[in-house]
């Protein structure tokens, strides 16, 4: 993605999600999709991922092994964040931005940071002013280190992708001739 096309970026909102329950398969699938983005072609999510996340209660289990919008929302969030910082943390961010919310209100405020950071990061333009609340400064922080991860992940591509330019040739001074050397003085003459 460009980042032209990344100045039009908006995270997947709550009612973009699938309504409907899903195999762990599929909910690889569409977090993919959503997450290629940031990632590009990197498997940046696996069944063995999603367990893990389950059983150390960063995710909530699986109903029937299926799994839905809240689970989806929750797992976009986790592998946003973990592509910057620790595990633990994002947990923390996403445990405290989550409390006393529904998980639609979380992944709102999540998606509304999250595209706030990008459009920031990619035209300059800031958003509103600094949030008083810390949890909210924190996330809007976390979103725009994900913005920054991803400009320059784009930048580094460029610069791969763009062969160098040749140096410009220095200007050759003229030749000045070469004094003679005493060996060269005594050959002449016994010439």
Not at 141 to 162: D, G, K, N, S
Request: glycine content about 4%; charged content about 30%.
């Amino acid at each position: 993605m460009s980042e032209r096309e990344l100045t039009a970026f908006r995270a997947p909102a709550w009612q973009d999600l699938p309504d409907l329950d899903l195999y762990m398969d599929q909910v690889i699938g569409v977090l993919e999709k959503h997450l290629a983005v940031f990632f590009g072609e990197e498997r940046v999510l696996t069944s063995t991922m999603i367990n893990n996340y389950v059983k150390n209660r960063l995710l909530p289990p699986p109903v029937n092994k299926k799994y839905g919008r809240r689970h989806l929302a929750r797992l976009y969030q986790l592998c946003v964040c973990k592509s910057f910082m620790q595990l633990s943390d994002a947990a923390l961010l996403l445990g405290a931005l989550e409390a006393g919310k529904s998980p639609e209100e979380a992944h709102k405020r999540f998606c509304r940071a999250l595209d706030g950071a990008v459009k920031e990061v990619f035209t300059g333009e800031k958003g509103k002013k600094e949030p008083a609340d810390p949890v909210e400064k924190a996330l809007n922080a976390a979103c725009v280190a994900a913005a920054c991860i991803l400009r320059a992940e784009i930048c580094f591509t460029q610069a791969r992708l763009t062969p160098a330019a040749p140096e410009p040739e220095k200007e050759k001074k003229p030749e000045k001739p070469k004094k003679e050397t005493k060996k060269k003085k005594t050959e002449k003459k016994s010439s």
